[in-house]
Structure formats: C-alpha cells, structure tokens
C-alpha cells in the first residue's frame, strides 16, 4: 500500500504523539491530517507532510469538509473523569468519537482504527469500561470496510501531565510485567495501528478486536 492519506484524532495525547511520529516516517503515506481543537506544536521540517485541522468537536457537523478525502482514520481522542468530570468524559470518549467517525464514513474514509481499552464492556457497572464498550459498538454500526480496535492494557510512556496513580502502576507493573500482558509501551500500540493498516486485507472480519498481547505481536513488524 502506498499514497495513502490519513488523519489522526487524539494527537496531543501520548498515544496520538507517537503515532504522528510513526506516520511521517512511513514510506506509505503521504499526507497526513491532525484533526483537533488546538494547533500541535511541530517541528515544519520534520512534519511537513503534516497538515492541520482546528475543530469545535460541539459543532462537528459544521466542519463535515474536514473529514473527507481520507483513506484511513486513526482515533486516539480521549480524557479521564478527574479531568473533564463523568459528562465531559462519556461527550469526548463517546460522543466525540462517535461523531467524528460518522463523518469520517460520510466522507469516504474505509479504514478507521479506534483505541480503546482493555475490559471495554458495554454492559459493565462502571463509567470508564461501559462508556468505551459503547463508542465501539456505535462505531462498529457505522459500517466502515475496516475496523480495527484496539485495547491495550496499561499504558507505558512519560506524560507531561501529572496523573500520580497512574505513574505508580507504570512502575510497579512495567518493571515486573516482563512479557507485557497488562501493559504495553505506547509507541508499540502506534507501529500495531500502522502495521495493520498496511497489512489490511479484503477477505479479513470487517470488524478486528485486538487484546493487548495481540497489539504487541504486531507492534514487532516494523515496515517503513
């Protein structure tokens, strides 16, 4: 595959930089898009296949013409409870996501790559488990040619914000999680997303969920 055009959701979060990071040095794609609600701070000649897109996520419709032209849509857009309180968390988790993946649909896009997390369970009593389980199974309703979730375990990398708790599980489980069955380097999710785009085939499920020990076994093969 190669001449590809793809946006990214979710830049600023660890994750989404990585990812940015993986794309602009693969060979296969050609024009990349930041779709977000502030400009990313990037470095022009390192990133310049990179352009970018400043949306109001409440009035998303009116920003349709943003979302077309793409092949594949890449979604790491997400907050926590503590930062934007149990409504904003289900609107941008659920919502935003939702909305932005519809109009993604609508303006052709056929390959769109969710991040999630791992225990998503649309039935579940609790906020953070139930509300990812819902924004997959809404997404996976729009239809796309392929979709791939993604739903890691804990996540590994260096935030610039402060989440002591989670810095403490970061710690403790990555430093005896040796075969990472709980825990996964954020960088590994982005090359996974990559390579999976890249080896994306017709006769596949139109619709792949990947556990966390999954994701990092396609993390391995690195193709640029």
């Known amino acids: 595959m190669s001449g590809l055009k793809a946006f990214v959701l ?16 693969n060979k296969a794609f050609t024009e990349i898009a ?15 296949i990179v352009k970018q897109e400043i949306v109001d996520f409440e009035k998303l419709e ?7 032209g793409f092949d594949i849509g890449y979604c790491c857009l997400g907050t926590t409870k503590g930062k934007a309180g149990a409504n904003g968390f289900i609107k941008v988790d659920r919502d935003y996501v939702f909305n932005s993946a519809q109009l993604a649909k609508q303006g052709g896009c056929k390959q769109f790559h969710l991040l999630t997390s791992q225990g998503s369970n649309k039935n579940s009593w609790f906020l953070y488990p139930r ?9 996976a309703q729009l239809g ?16 610039q914000e402060s989440r002591p708790v989670e810095r403490m599980l970061q710690f403790v489980i990555g430093s005896v999680d040796w075969s990472r069955k709980v825990s996964i380097p954020t960088k590994a999710i982005a090359q996974a997303m990559i390579n999976c785009t890249l080896h994306a085939t017709s006769d596949g499920p139109a619709v792949n969920i990947l556990d966390n020990q999954t994701i990092l076994n396609l993390s391995k093969n690195n193709e640029n």
Do not use: N, Q
């Open 34 to 48: 930041i779709i977000g609600r502030r400009i990313v701070d990037l470095k022009e000649d390192e990133f310049k």
């Open 62 to 68: 009116d920003y349709a013409a943003v979302f077309e």
């Open 10 to 25: 979710g830049a600023t979060g660890e994750t989404g930089k990585e990812l940015i990071t993986a794309l602009v040095s």
């Open 144 to 159: 796309f040619e392929k979709l791939v979730i993604y739903r890691p375990g804990l996540l590994l990398c260096h935030r």
């Open 131 to 139: 509300t990812k389980g819902e924004v997959e199974e809404k997404v």
